[in-house]
Nanobody
Framework: HVQLVESGGGSVQAGGSLKLHCVAS????????MHWYRQAPGKEREFVST???????SYADSVRGRFTISQDNAANTLYLQMHTLKTEDTAVYYC??????????????????WGQGTQVTVS
């Protein structure tokens, strides 16, 4: 049973920083990609960042240069370091992971795994 548990959210003033953590249990890091998504009130859930199993990263244009995704395989933990936060970054942030099935990695939207989310509020 895979479980993703986020922490590190909170309230911060614009220009500040936060670091989100996602501890995964029952999931083997390094086999498939892991991600951060976010959902603001009244909006669709949107992609924030991905780290692939080879360590390569990608970011949404809105966060590139301000956010950094990383993972610690030994600690089974995914991170999102957020700097220079803006009010428009206010959202529930979700950790997500691909599901490995039959040698194929299925994205979170294709049946992968999601955490419960952690609230980030920037004022």
């Amino acid at each position: 049973h895979v479980q993703l548990v986020e922490s590190g959210g909170g309230s911060v003033q614009a220009g500040g920083s936060l670091k989100l953590h996602c501890v995964a249990s029952g999931y083997i890091f390094g086999t498939c990609a892991m991600h951060w998504y976010r959902q603001a009130p009244g909006k669709e859930r949107e992609f924030v960042s991905t780290i692939s199993n080879d360590g390569s990263t990608s970011y949404a244009d809105s966060v590139r240069g301000r956010f950094t995704i990383s993972q610690d395989n030994a600690a089974n933990t995914l991170y999102l370091q957020m700097h220079t936060l803006k009010t428009e970054d206010t959202a529930v942030y979700y950790c997500a992971a691909d599901r490995l099935l039959g040698g194929v990695c299925y994205t979170p939207r294709e049946g992968g795994y999601w955490g419960q989310g952690t609230q980030v509020t920037v004022s």
